[in-house]
């Protein structure tokens, strides 16, 4: 009775009172045992079986799924309501018109998710069957993984990965710990260490593990992979021991044991709960600007079919108004269909024309676009210049969806750390109490050329300092979470240092952390080892130091520091503590401060990666305090994340300064001019970092982000101590819209007195201008004053930013009132959340794990392949899928304008005027090829080219190519056409005589007059029009063009005589027998159609051919200049040449004084940059004289670093 109540009672407590400590917990029994009689009562919870559900259909679901997804697309929904209408009412084209097409689509579309989905569910009964090792009975049984459940000890051996998220409970190590790579999960090869509970550790055995009577309470599932809360309950004589649970114990299905022969662990999440499940799910639909654009059109061209079938409705009651018109001979009514309500009738005829006219909405444009899209995206994974050797990567594509929206890019938001540099660290140097130590040169492990003739600087500091100066190294060689490996190679790349006879290699998750314990280790302080919670150091005297490893105060972007608590072997307490300045500074009592700082900031200028170093003494109170502090935190389920930091915020304080390292983060490789190339092309670039100030502004000069002669605006901190944030937003407003004004005055651009402006602002700065305090209130919009600057600088630098403000500033640009299309690169964790919100995210293959890869739209291995990706793919694919979008719409005005003009010549009856087979193929078979094709291959210029004058990128920004000028061009064109083409077949059956055997027979042709001759002559003349339009438009041609293009043409021609010139049996009646053969045997009308395909084509030919000639645009310049290079342009030409004068004039190509022109505003489309031969290096370039008589100013950039041309 009492078990009965008890169980009640936790009942009461977990689910009606609602307490959060229980709601968001569960309670998992190792074991499957039972606790003791009186300790908790045993509720066996359900949980989920290890299943990996990763498809999204079954074979029962996958008919109504798929077709409920599908039609929820407007278009496919807006053809079945078609469709429906031609079976239900009397229409005057076949059901199957409308039928067949959709029933494509539809088809296509659920194959092809289909079989996508199939192939999820082979892989998931690959991973679901595959064999594990289960403790029962204390003996190891293999069981399907599909069968593990929550609770059952899981037995994993040495390189098998891990079957579903596990506690380690012990392992063959005698310490407890075992090694695991996290690759799969997010792309670190470092090897990490995990530890067992402390109480379970030394259980080996399988019948000393079965013996384990304990139960874990641990938070609810969820998917942060590096977050876990939980405690254990071990048993001991009836008695609970709890010990604290977290990320450090678990083991996550997905990552693979090694350098461990073996571990036992208990099952905690399985299935769809475990974290690597979890991180399955979908991320936000993006949707780029010429889908938007797609979809505007669609409703312009639904508007203008209502207006056909509403003015063709009115305009038949109108003309229906004589009694004889409305009953002639032929066409009597019946009695039903005189009774009808006049207005239904009239909306059962206004249905009839939107069917008849419903082919205006191409329904395969979308098809077509979904194939371009999927299609299209694998040219960026076959593109072997974005393959980097030293990775063996290529990029990747996630999102197929957002490849035209890489050509329409305004603003670029990058990381610095891994993604602008190579995250590869060399330690430089350290300071301690204001003396300076050099290390030899030493990079990730390997020896810099000629470093062992190095010496380190020492101003032979006195017996105190020099007991600082150990007291800093072996500070160094304590605080970290580096591991020791003995082995030759790591992940097949060898590395390590020579210390005597053995050879050790340290590995981190954090390239810092290396490179501090290498440097220590040429300065004579080498870290040995992690031994059963004791690190080792060698000293200078080859002496081995133990330190008790008491407390690890684990590092966190918030806290920006870490610490450890060590018990030396003379039993002094000592906690050492290091961070960014910012977060040490503040916590130090004493020490040599100024020095130190002074150090700090000349190294944070240098651009070098800086950390202070600090300790404090510990007495065996204050270490039973912070014990109590830790472990009071740590055994919380709720909130435990906030109580440790409050935690670590008490103990981490009156520290002692000793000094201070610097490390150096190299630039990547051609990063300077990637930025480069990207301003050019118009695109704005700002740098979000959580780095200082300095490092990142040195970063900045150094990528040629800022010149010399940038002006550099601050809106930090420190100036807005001196004065208020409204004073110093509004001065900043007039400094760049004083000069901005004067900039418009003058549009050579080339006044001396130019200024251009870089901006820096940091994060607590930023907070106050996105959320100003309410003091501040009054002071009007900051957001627009802050807005405004940065619309004026040419470059921004947002430096100590924390992940979540970067999501901010790339949210603020992105819904500011001009929308400009952002794009966010990083390479780490906390680039994420940028990455997800800009339109755009693309993740950089770099050092600091694949979750930037993973929720990216796109993943390159480099910062310099941003530059193809953007300039030249994203180029591509813009101009490829406007043409097609505006295409299809011009293919179908002309398609069925022609039918709106025939209901004036038929009495309104809705009569088609095409053939059912022509209406049902013509979007299908005979006009989609070759656009798929040209939406595929097309190159309006080399891609040299593109890659050589960015300036090219500005002529398609804004979707300039699907603007509603350009629209209404097309729709025009697409009007005129179908006039020409219909009166001209109109007035070539003007004149008709009967002939002696009563055939109506044309006086001009010799043909056989009738409806489907007419309609005939009128579709052909369509469908090679609409062809050789796309033809002109092409400037790439291959031997696939020639023959998709000319193809499609046989295809129609042969189609045509197959479906007129035979019987076929399964048609009731053959209304289009012999009407093609028997046209094509009239010799007017071969020449009727060469003329209207001639009178059609000619408009856009001339206005085409007087463009060119009166107002050319940078693109038609260079299209012409490669042809009279002969497609050799981009070898040796310099592009300058071709783009347009400007108005303030310029010098001369090849005078001496172009290296004193002023630097010229970026952002400025009127002035055009220009490509220069470098004269110290004639070697490499070659000039020759231009072809073209156009001069330009060359420019050359004098920014930080070697003087570069661009």
Known sequence: MGMDLSTLRTLISRY???????????????????PPPGAEAFI?????????????????????????????RIANFYFLIIFLVQLIIDTPTSPITSGLPLFFVITVTAIKQGYEDWLRHKADNAVNQCPVHV????????????????????????????????ILLSSSRDDGTCYVTTASLDGESSHKTYYAVQ??????????????????????????????????????????????????????????????????????????????????????????????????????????????AFINTVLKYAWQSDPIRDEPWYDQRTEAERERHILIRAFTDFLAFMVLFNYIIPVSMYVTVEMQKFLGSYFIMWDDEMFDPELGERAVVNTSDLNEELGQVEYVFTDKTGTLTENNMEFIECCVDGHVYVAQAICNGQVMPGADTMDMIDTSPGPEAREHEELFFRALCLCHTVQVKEEETVDGIKQGIHHGKSTSFYISSSPDEVALVEGMKRLGFTYLRLKDSHMEILNREEEIERFELLEVLTFDSVRRRMSVIVRASTGELYLFCKGADSSIFPRVISGKVDQVRARVEHNAVEGLRTLCVAYRPLSPAQYQEVCLLLSGAKLALQDRDKRLAEAYDMIEKDLILLGATAVEDRLQEKAADTIESLHKAGMKVWVLTGDKMETAAATCYASKLFHRNTQILELTTKRTEEQSLHDVLFDLSRTVLRQHGGMSRDMSGLSSDYVDYGLIIDGA????????????????????????????????????????????????????????????????????????????????????????VRNSDYAIPKFKHLKKILLVHGHYYYIRISELVQYFFYKNVCFIFPQFLYQFFCGFSQQPLYDTAYLTLYNISFTSLPILLY????????????????????????????RWPIFIYWTVLGVYDAIVMFFGAYFLFDNTTFTSNGQLMTTNTQMMFGNWTFGTLVFTVLVFTVTFKLALDTHYWTWINHFVIWGSLIFFVVFSLLWGGIIWPFLNYQRMYYVFMQMLSSGPA????????????????????????????????????????????????????????????????????????????????????????????????????????????NHTYSGAGPETSV
Request: some cysteine; proline content about 5%; overall charge positive.
């Open 16 to 34: 009606c009172v609602g307490e959060e400590n229980w709601v968001d917990s569960r309670t998992v029994y190792i074991g499957h045992k039972e």
């Open 135 to 166: 403790l029962q009975h204390g003996k190891v049984i293999r069981k399907q993984s599909r069968k593990l459940r929550v609770g059952d000890i899981v037995f994993v051996k040495e390189d098998e990965s891990f079957p579903c998220d596990l």
């Open 1086 to 1193: 071969w020449l009727s159609i060469v003329l209207l395909i001639t009178a059609s084509l000619l408009p856009d030919v001339l206005q085409k051919v007087i463009w060119r000639a009166l107002w050319p645009t940078t693109t038609e310049r260079i299209q012409e200049a490669d042809k009279l290079y002969k497609g050799q342009l981009s070898e040796f030409t310099p592009l300058s040449s071709i783009h347009a004068t400007p108005m303030g004039g310029g010098l001369r190509r090849g005078s001496g004084t172009h290296r004193n022109t002023p630097n010229p505003i970026r952002s400025e489309s009127f002035t055009k940059k220009a490509m220069v031969t470098r004269w110290h290096r004639p070697q490499d370039y070659h000039t020759f004289t231009p072809l073209l008589g156009f001069t330009d100013v």
């Open 44 to 72: 066996q919870q359900r949980f989920p079986d290890n299943r990996i559900v990763s498809s999204k259909y079954t074979f029962w679901n996958f008919i109504p799924k798929n077709m409920f997804e599908q039609f929820r």
């Open 199 to 308: 109480d379970t550790k030394a259980y080996n055995a399988e019948k000393e593990v079965d013996s384990i009577h304990a139960t874990i309470e641990c938070e609810q599932p969820q998917p942060d992979l590096y977050k876990f809360v939980g405690r254990i309950n071990i048993y001991m004589n009836n008695e609970p021991v709890a010990r604290p649970l977290g990320s450090e114990n678990l083991l996550l299905r997905g990552a693979t044991l090694k350098n461990t022969e073996y571990i036992y662990a208990v099952a905690i999440y399985t299935g769809m709960e475990t974290k690597m499940a979890l991180n399955y799910q979908t991320k936000s639909q993006k949707r780029s600007a010429v889908e938007k654009s797609m979809n505007a059109y669609l409703v312009v061209y639904l508007c203008i079919l209502i207006s056909k």
């Open 765 to 852: 700065t930023l907070s106050t201008v996105m959320k100003p305090s309410q003091e501040d209130s009054n002071s009007g919009n900051y957001k627009e004053i802050f807005l405004e600057i940065c619309r004026n600088c040419s470059a921004v630098l947002c430096c100590r930013m924390a992940p979540l403000q970067k999501a901010q500033v790339v949210k603020l640009i992105k819904t500011s009132k001009e929308h400009p299309i952002t794009l966010a690169v990083g390479d780490g964790a906390n680039d994420v959340s940028m990455i997800l919100e800009a339109h755009v995210g693309i993740g950089i293959m770099g050092k600091e794990g694949r979750q930037a």
């Open 935 to 962: 939406s595929l291959i097309e190159q309006h210029i080399n891609m040299d080219i593109l890659k050589k004058d960015p300036c090219l990128y500005r002529d398609i920004a804004k979707n300039s190519l699907l």
